[in-house]
């Protein structure tokens, strides 16, 4: 079956570095959505990318889709402690409706 | 606003009994999901429904049925619960295939 790894799984960063968590599928993607769950809370959507070699930003945080729409990445630049949670991403295989396949995860904490 | 909403937040049981736990959205989705959560495996799809009467079985459904009578709800049930199905569950439902899925705050299973 699809599987769709995460690296790193933990990371640990001073406010106001950067931080990027990279996302590999095992098989191509439709598309990918990237969520983001607080701690003791639910995931929540941030973004969805379809085209290969896409890139869109929100604010301080930049996604990107590979070319080969197998791999994703997240980056955020001068980290905030508000950034704190596990980042997902989520693929849809190319061809199937609706099912996504969740990343294993990245979880962030951001330290003064 | 319209919203998604699990029940019970945490149940504590025993193993080989009935649980149910319940999922009511008054988004108007045709689709809904459940996950499960546990370390190191990040969200995993267990049953997943495009409509009412329609129910399918994702990558971990083993142990757990759903049904759709209404488009609003979709109660999981775990017929025998077992100690490897402790876990953090969540009802997400979506619009359409390709967008973004709405979580509940999710519900906190512990057998003994």
């Known amino acids: 079956g699809q599987q769709v790894m995460q690296i790193p799984q933990y990371q640990h960063v001073q406010e106001g570095e950067d931080f990027t968590t990279y996302c590999n599928s095992s098989?191509?993607?439709?598309?990918i959505q990237w969520y983001k769950q607080r701690p003791g809370g639910h995931p929540v959507f941030l973004i969805q990318?379809?085209?290969?070699?896409e890139v869109k930003k929100q604010k301080r945080l930049t996604f990107q889709f590979g070319e080969a729409k197998k791999n994703s990445s997240l980056h955020i630049t001068a980290t905030q402690t508000t950034d704190v949670g596990t980042y997902f991403c989520?693929?849809?295989?190319?061809?199937?409706?609706?099912?996504?396949?969740f990343g294993t995860g990245t979880r962030l904490q951001v330290t003064l | 606003d319209a919203e998604i909403t699990q029940s019970p937040r945490h149940k504590i049981t025993e193993t080989g009994r009935q649980v149910t736990l319940a999922c009511h959205q008054t988004?108007?989705?045709?689709?809904m999901f459940w996950y499960r959560q546990d370390l190191g495996h990040g969200l995993r799809l267990i049953h997943y429904?495009?409509?009412?009467?329609?129910?399918n079985k994702g990558e971990v459904s083993d142990g757990y049925s759903v049904s759709r009578s209404n488009t609003e709800d979709l109660p999981l049930t775990l017929e025998s619960a077992a100690s490897s199905q402790t876990s953090v569950y969540f009802c997400?439902?979506?619009?359409?295939?390709?967008?973004?899925?709405?979580f509940g705050d999710g519900t906190r299973l512990s057998i003994l």
């Open positions: 429904s495009y409509g009412v009467h329609d129910t």
């Open positions: 990318l379809v085209k290969s070699g």
């Open positions: 989520a693929g849809r295989r190319t061809g199937t409706a609706s099912k996504l396949t």
């Open positions: 997400a439902s979506s619009e359409y295939s390709n967008q973004p899925q709405h």
């Open positions: 098989t191509t993607l439709s598309n």
């Open positions: 988004w108007n989705h045709n689709n």
